[in-house]
């Protein structure tokens, strides 16, 4: 009968077929030869001891014993050319996935997206980079798979209770993704390969008789009786179906001010906002496996922190090994930054955001705006940055010790933001209580990471788009809005998710709450 073990091994045995296989067979007492199969269910690692040890969950086949490689499949989808439609608006995961569980459902969905195709995108990406131009509608934010496409692809979760993680990473598998993040405990896919799979999706709807419509933004969502009649977009085009997911991500603004003009219920929601931190991967490899050279056997290292500061959360957010940071505004006259890693996570430097959480209270001199406070407050840092750092898409940058002491850094270094760096003291950019608590936290976790506080460090501002500012209330149970009907808010912008899985997951929570309404 298979066995299933676990087991700590070096990171040389971890990485090489043979000699785990040679190493599991001493552990069951077997030869090498009896060994048929190891399926490797998890993989993590452990770097609490400084002899770094791969964690493995393993099942071990032996001659005789039944093995068959699974290969895993796509569900069943049948034509729905002709079948009830819904309105989905926006490409992103949350939208994506819920399309493809309309199609399962034998539901037509009509997927809008305000941006580009996601092979049209990237020649925006490269306006907003090398000639500081930003498309309001197709940027690092908006176009085909969302924020997350070009924005790194992480699909680690703790939100194991929203649904089914498992589904959802098989389901990228079939689309073309490695095998591999059914295993790693951190799993990523990386920018350079998630476009095509976001692509392959997109192809699969519309295959089934699904729609994709880019390049269309939608201007006002059709309500009657307090029930949904349809969109309209720029155009002035109307499309027309009584069921609307709206699934536009947590950037969406005119979205947000949409619904509060048409007085649909939204609310303020608490969201986290800081500033995004850049170490040379070398260094952070360094602290983390309390070596000098981390081996060809081991991934570049993250980090993740937590510390409570004057009773604020503390915390790096959206790690990024190997990566570089990005421009990330959705329109001209604001800088925003995040950052993102290749699949290799090859490149020389290592960033994180490091944000704080903030709390409604703090949206008090923003009052008059409503449910839109904490979208303005965002709003007003971001344009701050962009006029201290010039007016163009560089933004404010200090040398991280020099931030704890309040001094203006006398040059900044090359970083890995191609469109540079303006030296600015960072507590211009800041409410003083945050400005605050930032300079007490790093002096904190360098008390944590041991080298991490250093004025090798670079950090960049501001790091605002962590989260929703909004969050649009629905009914706990059917996923519908408390006030109008046929309109299910979903995913990130809608507040009720912080990543791509969480999102598909949402998505695909809505299109079954949509389909058992119409049975």
Known sequence: MPRELLLQVTPEIAANELLLKDYLSKQIKVSPK???????????????????????????YLQGEPFQETKIELPIYNDVSSAQEVIVVGAGPAGLFAALQLIELGLKPIVIERGKDVRGRRRDLKAINVEHIVNEDSNYCFGEGGAGTYSDGKLYTRSKKRGDVTRILE??????????????????IGTNKL??????????????????????????????????????????DTILANKLILATGHSARDIFELLDKKKIFIEAKPFALGVRAEHSQQLIDSIQYSCDYRGEHLPPAPYSIVKQVNGRGMYSFCMCPGGVIAPCATSPGEVVTNGWSPSKRDQATANSGIVIELKLEDFKPFAKFGALAGMEFQKSIEQKAWHLAGGTQKVPAQRMVDFTQNKVSSDIPKTSYVPGTTSVEMGQVFPGFLSQILREGFKEFGKSMRGYLTN??????????????????????????????????CGEGAGYAGGIISAAIDGEKCALMIAETLK
């Open 171 to 188: 389901l990228l598998v079939a689309f073309g993704a490695s095998e591999d993040i059914l295993v790693e405990a951190h799993p990523h």
């Open 34 to 60: 009896e060994i048929q199969h190891i399926s490797v269910l998890k993989r993590s690692i452990d770097a609490r001891q400084k002899a770094i040890k791969i964690n493995l969950k393993v099942i071990i």
């Open 195 to 236: 476009p095509k799979i976001i692509e392959d999706i997109r192809n699969k709807i519309i295959e089934f008789g699904g729609k994709v419509l880019f390049d269309t933004r939608v201007t006002d969502i059709l309500v009657k009786n307090n029930e949904v009649e349809g969109i309209v977009t720029q155009n002035g």
């Open 456 to 489: 090798e460090a670079i950090l960049h501002a501001p790091e605002s788009r962590t989260s929703s500012p909004v969050r649009i209330p629905r009914d706990p149970i059917t996923y519908e809005h408390l006030q109008i009907k046929g309109l299910y808010p």
